[in-house]
């Protein structure tokens, strides 16, 4: 199993940017997908950006251009640097780790990823 920890969620201004980390511990060589995903008031979890045990990114559409996952795996640390924040990026953001080999591109279902962090929080105002 393994334990994740976001952090990096805050109140910022349209416009700014962010970091969100994400710190694993427990056992991590079985985790070799890694994503991001946010959920929005009264929607559902949607898979916004995944890196993979080698290194391979993916980020979805709806960011793509604004947003960038990558990882320091000495510091067991995933992060999330997201600029140009929209209002509707609005949304509690999770990291989630499941032991696929391979992520896949553009979609992640919440499903198929076992181990969550409690999240972080992100508003974005005018």
């Known amino acids: 199993q393994v334990h994740l920890a976001e952090s990096g969620g805050s109140s910022v201004q349209a416009g700014e940017s962010l970091r969100l980390s994400c710190v694993a511990s427990g056992d991590t060589t079985s985790r070799r997908c890694m994503t991001w995903f946010r959920q929005k008031q009264g929607k559902g979890r949607e898979g916004i950006a995944a890196?993979?045990?080698?290194?391979?990114?993916s980020v979805a559409p709806s960011v793509r251009g604004r947003f960038t996952i990558s990882k320091d795996s000495a510091k067991n640390t995933m992060y999330l640097q997201m600029n140009n924040l929209r209002l509707d990026d609005t949304a509690m953001y999770y990291c989630?780790?499941?032991?696929?080999?391979?992520?896949?591109?553009?979609?992640?279902?919440?499903?198929?990823?076992?181990?969550w962090g409690q999240g972080t929080p992100v508003t974005v105002s005018s």
């Open positions: 890196i993979e045990i080698d290194g391979h990114t």
């Open positions: 989630a780790a499941n032991s696929f080999l391979r992520c896949g591109d553009n979609f992640w279902r919440p499903t198929d990823f076992p181990d």
